[in-house]
């Protein structure tokens, strides 16, 4: 039976392991699968969500969630991320929001590590949330966007990913300024 405390952490576990599926799901050059691979994605995406929500709201959190929440986020942009420029889906020019997507989730660990031994926590804005929306939506876009015929799709999400990457650098600059004194 699982307890309701248990629930953050497995929703966690859970997007962990769609996020391979996804992927193979990805590479299988089909349509079906690609709705398929949106359709898990969104459910991974969805669980980010919840598995937050629920730790908050009903007080769930725990050190185990804590810690493998963010990496599965992480884990999930990065790797559709990879899987997408492999498919020339990010290509040109779009290459550069993806990599400042990709550098901050880098840097972002990386001070979450540093800070974790200490007493203080690292701030998060609503603008953030608002860039990881936009991250996802347009990561969804680029998944399913060679099952259009028009370009549309495709450029929606490269577009979505370009302004993300523009909300990122602001967030960023604003996250490190705000957490300058933890150093």
Same mark, same amino acid.
């Given at each position: 039976?699982?307890?309701?405390?248990?629930?953050?952490?497995?929703?966690?576990?859970?997007?962990?392991?769609?996020?391979?599926?996804?992927?193979?799901?990805? /590479?299988?050059?089909?349509?079906?699968?690609?709705?398929?691979?949106?359709?898990?994605?969104?459910?991974?995406?969805?669980?980010?969500?919840?598995?937050?929500?629920?730790?908050?709201?009903? /007080?769930? /959190?725990?050190?185990?969630?804590?810690?493998?929440?963010?990496?599965?986020?992480?884990?999930?942009?990065?790797?559709?991320?990879?899987?997408?420029?492999?498919?020339?889906?990010?290509?040109?020019?779009?290459?550069?929001?993806?990599?400042?997507?990709?550098?901050?989730?880098?840097?972002?660990?990386?001070?979450?590590?540093?800070?974790?031994?200490?007493? /203080?926590?690292?701030?998060?804005?609503?603008?953030?949330?608002?860039?990881?929306?936009?991250?996802?939506?347009?990561?969804?876009?680029?998944?399913?966007?060679?099952?259009?015929?028009?370009?549309?799709?495709?450029?929606?999400?490269?577009?979505?990913?370009?302004?993300?990457?523009?909300?990122?650098?602001?967030?960023?600059?604003?996250?490190?300024?705000?957490?300058?004194?933890?150093?």
């Amino acid at each position: 039976m699982i307890k309701l405390k248990n629930i953050p952490n497995l929703l966690t576990i859970i997007r962990i392991l769609l996020i391979p599926v996804i992927i193979i799901f990805m /590479e299988v050059d089909n349509e079906l699968y690609r709705w398929l691979a949106l359709a898990l994605y969104t459910v991974a995406c969805l669980s980010d969500f919840f598995d937050g929500y629920l730790a908050r709201r009903f /007080e769930l /959190e725990s050190n185990f969630g804590r810690f493998l929440d963010p990496i599965a986020d992480k884990i999930l942009i990065v790797s559709i991320i990879f899987i997408l420029i492999a498919h020339g889906k990010i290509s040109g020019f779009f290459i550069y929001p993806a990599l400042i997507i990709v550098l901050r989730e880098i840097l972002v660990s990386g001070l979450r590590d540093f800070f974790s031994h200490s007493s /203080e926590s690292l701030l998060v804005t609503n603008l953030s949330k608002w860039k990881t929306l936009i991250q996802m939506f347009s990561l969804g876009f680029l998944i399913v966007s060679s099952n259009f015929d028009t370009g549309i799709i495709l450029n929606i999400g490269r577009v979505g990913l370009t302004i993300s990457s523009i909300i990122t650098i602001h967030t960023g600059y604003y996250y490190f300024k705000k957490n300058l004194k933890l150093f």
